[in-house]
């Protein structure tokens, strides 16, 4: 199994930046890829953002140019910087892991309020 703690939310004003953590520990070995979704009120579960274990980054359009995902490996932690931030953004943002098993696994949330 893969264990997610996330961090980093907060409230900001439209054009501000955050940056996202994720760490994950237990079996590092079986991740295929790690990113975001997230979840606005009243909306469906969305990706943002994942890389997978070849490093293969993957962006939402509404995301690109904005926000940048990375690693690091000796952390085993994983990294969105959001930029240019918009009301639009405000969401609950969980990290994910996809397993090489084809098992999701889940933070727990951090919400992001970005105010106009």
């Known amino acids: 199994q893969v264990q997610l703690v996330g961090s980093g939310g907060g409230l900001v004003q439209a054009g501000g930046s955050l940056r996202l953590s994720c760490a994950a520990s237990?079996?590092?070995?079986?991740?295929?890829?790690i990113g975001w979704y997230r979840q606005a009120p009243g909306k469906q579960r969305e990706l943002v953002a994942s890389?997978?274990?070849?490093?293969?980054?993957n962006y939402a359009d509404f995301v690109k140019g904005r926000f940048t995902i990375s690693g690091d490996n000796a952390k085993n932690t994983a990294y969105l910087q959001m930029n240019s931030l918009e009301p639009e953004d405000t969401a609950v943002y969980y990290c994910?892991?996809?397993?090489?098993?084809?098992?999701?696994?889940w933070g727990q949330g951090t919400q992001v309020t970005v105010s106009s």
């Open positions: 890389v997978n274990r070849r490093g293969r980054r």
């Open positions: 237990g079996s590092i070995f079986s991740i295929n890829a």
């Open positions: 994910h892991v996809d397993s090489i098993q084809g098992i999701d696994y």
